[in-house]
């Protein structure tokens, strides 16, 4: 069986009580969202998989070593690096996160870029007041992100630009 096709129903398991915060919809749409987009450039059964599995461990407990287990050091490796696992205060892991996704290889930060393809509408759309804070932060990220797929980083660019 295709890993990007294990992948998205083990996610899809591990986040079938999880809903998206502002709509209420089932979370795995934003999974579905962010693999289509990847999809779109990147056909790539592991990065389909990472796209698919790159909330888990941060939003459901999932350890790096189960990925591994279940899906190869390749995907577990995409989904440490997408994993906002930092400690300190909202300044400190968000500057932590630009150092690790800065690291990660261009197939990792073009699904980095996807995820916030996919989240940025939602949150201009219903929490103005942090979407300032949010799009400030994407920002400084996709400034680190040189390795991405440029057209998504163009995507990415121009969302959170004209978001403001």
Not at 127 to 138: G, I, M, N, R
Request: hydrophobic share 45%; net charge negative; glycine share 6%.
């Amino acid at each position: 069986m295709n890993v990007a096709y294990q992948a998205m129903l083990f996610a899809r398991e591990k986040h079938k009580s999880q809903v998206r915060k502002y709509t209420g919809n089932p979370y795995a749409d934003h999974l579905a969202e962010v693999a289509g987009i990847v999809a779109t450039v990147d056909k790539s059964p592991l990065s389909i998989a990472a796209s698919w599995l790159h909330d888990c461990v941060e939003d459901q407990g999932v350890s790096i070593e189960e990925i591994n287990d279940r899906f190869g050091v390749g995907v577990a490796s995409a989904v440490e690096f997408l994993s906002d696992m930092e400690q300190g205060n909202r300044a400190e892991r968000k500057a932590a996160s630009r150092i690790r996704l800065a690291a990660a290889p261009g197939w990792v930060q073009t699904i980095k870029c996807a995820d916030m393809i996919s989240n940025t509408s939602s949150i201009v759309m219903h929490d103005p007041k942090f979407a300032v804070t949010y799009l400030d932060e994407k920002r400084l990220l996709l400034d680190v992100m040189t390795k991405a797929n440029p057209l998504l980083l163009t995507i990415a660019r121009d969302q959170i630009g004209g978001a403001a």
